[in-house]
């Protein structure tokens, strides 16, 4: 169903949510070019074969297994966040639907130069996928191009606002919808085991490019740790530093963005004991292990992908991740049904229990909280009951102008479409 923007008190409602999200960057100043022969080469050369069904086959009944999906993965499948979160996700939602599910990765200018995602989604339907999912902000162009393209297509893009009636960038496309987490309050979580866990009050963000979602992200995160920081350890939010570096994409792509790995180095070697990723991949936790183990005090928060803590068990702070599978299996459902899952999808967490399956955003705390782990779950019943809304004013923006009235609490739209950082971050808004 549609979710309509209202007083963001609903925010914090026990029940699961839905809305939207954009997201306007482009890959990095990577020009693309059209070249079917590279697309041809980049399907055959992927682990992960498209099939050779024809598009003209008779229509697939449900459960029957010839109901194939497509998707267009932005990053490696086994990145240890993002990507593979979408992955696996995924993969869940073929087993319990009885469904094929063909996918290609890496679609993106470093490692498939030439070849653009509505490419790959022409060849996986060609190839007999019936419904098309693109997993990045990146492809928000790619995805409706796709769908004009290929009308009796759904398409679904796991991140942007096309769909969102009620967003700044509305697209009647019928067989087009957008389908995104409400990370929001899982970010809050995890600044607050952040701010729990560090020992100076200095706090590294490794963050991708910068844009709407991006700034959404930290400055929620930045929320949380300010919050748990000043009721929980009963300091001064003046004490508490909180500093985002931008590497400029997702991954790093050598050449064109900084390197995530000497980021998080720069972070350890600089006195900032926790640091939180922002980022595809895991560079935040396996520079902190190096660290620990060269006997620094430090700790990490992952994020995506659930199982990011046993990468660096012992230092690790907790991991706020997405369940894709959630969302995925119910358009799907719709789409085997001859429905066009077109809504624009914004699912918040299942507040009654986080990391429940109904859950579309879940928070996992790490070995390193200790006994801090009870200030996580008071901060999470805050959060749900809705005494606890950190989107209610006064808040400012970074450059000391008001974002959020005394009083007053955020917009959906306001959430969504975040233009700056927070009074109060360190790190540069464009």
């Known amino acids: ?63 029957s297994g010839n109901f194939t999906v497509g998707m267009v993965i932005v990053g490696p499948k086994n990145d240890g966040g993002w990507n593979q979160a979408h992955y696996e996700g995924m993969q869940q939602v073929a087993k319990d639907l009885n469904i094929k599910f063909e996918y290609v990765d890496k679609v993106n200018p470093a490692d498939r130069p030439n070849v653009t995602g509505v490419q790959v989604a022409d060849d996986l339907i060609a190839k007999g996928a019936k419904m098309v999912i693109f997993n990045s902000d990146d492809f928000k162009d790619d995805a409706l191009e796709a769908a004009k393209k ?38 809050m979580i995890a600044g607050c085991a952040a701010a729990l866990g560090t020992e100076k009050g200095k706090i590294g963000y490794l963050g991708p490019l910068i844009n709407d979602e991006t700034r959404r992200y930290a400055s929620a995160a930045y929320l949380g740790a300010k919050y748990c920081w000043e009721n929980y350890v ?25 390197d995530p790995t000497k980021v998080a180095d720069d972070y350890y070697n ?93 928070f996992l705390p790490g070995n390193a909280l200790g006994d801090k782990k009870k200030f996580i779950d008071e901060f999470i019943r805050g959060m749900g009951d809705g005494s606890i809304n950190l989107y209610r004013g006064p808040i400012n923006f970074q450059d000391g102008t008001i974002y959020i009235k005394e009083g007053e609490v955020a917009t959906e739209q306001q959430i969504w479409y975040l233009p700056q950082l927070l009074a109060g971050m360190e790190g540069p808004s464009k």
């Open 1 to 63: 169903m549609n979710v309509h923007p209202s007083n963001s008190d609903t925010l914090m409602s026990n029940s699961v949510q839905q809305k939207k999200i954009p997201l306007n960057h482009t890959w990095l100043c990577i020009k693309r070019f059209w070249s079917l022969a590279v697309l041809g080469a980049c399907i055959s050369s992927c682990s992960n074969p498209i099939p050779t069904a024809s598009p003209t086959a008779a229509s697939p009944q449900a459960g």
């Open 270 to 362: 600089s006195g900032y004991d926790v640091v939180m990723s922002g980022i595809d991949t895991p560079e935040a936790a396996v520079q902190g292990k190096k660290a620990a183990e060269a006997g620094k005090k430090v700790k990490y928060v992952h994020y995506d992908l659930k199982t990011g803590c046993e990468l660096a068990p012992d230092i690790c702070l907790g991991v706020p991740y997405y369940n894709w599978a959630l969302p995925y299996a119910d358009a799907v459902k719709k789409a085997m049904d001859g429905k066009m899952p077109n809504e624009f999808v914004w699912l918040g967490p299942n507040w009654k229990d986080i990391n429940a399956p109904d859950s579309m955003i879940g």
């Open 234 to 258: 009963k300091k001064d939010p003046k004490d508490l530093n909180f500093k985002v570096t931008w590497i400029g994409f997702w991954f790093n792509i050598p050449g064109k963005t900084l």
């Open 150 to 187: 290929h009308p009796q297509i759904p398409i679904i893009h796991a991140s942007g606002d096309y769909a969102w009636k009620e967003g700044k960038n509305f697209k009647n496309q019928p067989n087009l919808g957008n389908i995104m987490g409400r990370m929001e309050f899982g970010k």
